[in-house]
């Protein structure tokens, strides 16, 4: 195995090992030096002994994007919640809300996953439905003052997943570029019902006419 494929697969593990020494610190609820190092050999040890298959092949976390992604986060928290409290104020009952379709580009569950989490975790947008065969979010969003207020909310979604691909390193291509990510414009047709054309149903006795 070359150095290149050495540090590919260190980086593949390394979620993996932060989880695990998370994990091993909150249990022992200590953040001393003993329980920092040990943590961190058991849970090396665990993933070089008990080597899980990757959920993103070839994917590979980039930490600047990463830190873009829970930046981005964290102020959509906050004006979203604030948006939100204001139009609780001052509309109450009578605040607007709508259901959109969005298209994404990305194919992989993980992904789609976390691009529903993140939109339902913002206060005002929860994915009410996954369409994976499509590759469509259904989002009800409030509050909603017309059509421009539905066109941001498809932008920052559509911003969201172009995030979340980049902070593993996932292709993102924009449609139309006949890139693969790209979803179908439609869904296949619903075969016909009733018997093929020409194929006559057959008689009382069980003979086709």
Do not use: C, Q
Not at 7 to 35: I, K, Q
Not at 107 to 120: G, P, Q, R, S, Y
């Amino acid at each position: 195995m070359s150095r290149g494929e050495r540090v590919r697969r260190m980086l593949h593990h390394l979620p993996l090992v932060v989880w695990l020494w998370l994990l091993w610190v909150v249990l022992w609820g200590s953040a001393g030096a003993v329980v920092l190092v040990g943590g961190l050999l058991v849970a090396v040890a665990v993933a070089a002994l008990f080597p899980l298959p990757s959920v993103l092949p070839g994917a590979v976390p980039r930490p600047p994007w990463i830190g873009a992604l829970l930046f981005h986060l964290l102020v959509d928290l906050v004006r979203s919640g604030s948006t939100v409290a204001w139009a609780a104020v001052r509309h109450g009952g009578r605040t607007r809300s709508a259901v959109m379709e969005v298209p994404l580009h990305i194919d992989n569950d993980v992904l789609i996953t976390v691009v529903a989490e993140i939109t339902t975790i913002a206060p005002g947008t929860v994915v009410i439905e996954i369409d994976r065969r499509r590759r469509r979010l259904y989002v009800h969003t409030l509050p909603v003052g017309g059509e421009e207020t539905l066109v941001r909310r498809k932008r920052e979604t559509k911003d969201l997943e172009r995030r979340v691909a980049r902070s593993v390193g996932h292709r993102h291509a924009p449609p139309g570029r006949g890139s693969r990510l790209d979803p179908p414009s439609d869904p296949p047709p619903d075969p016909p019902d009733g018997p093929p054309p020409g194929d006559a149903p057959p008689d009382h006795r069980g003979r086709r006419r």
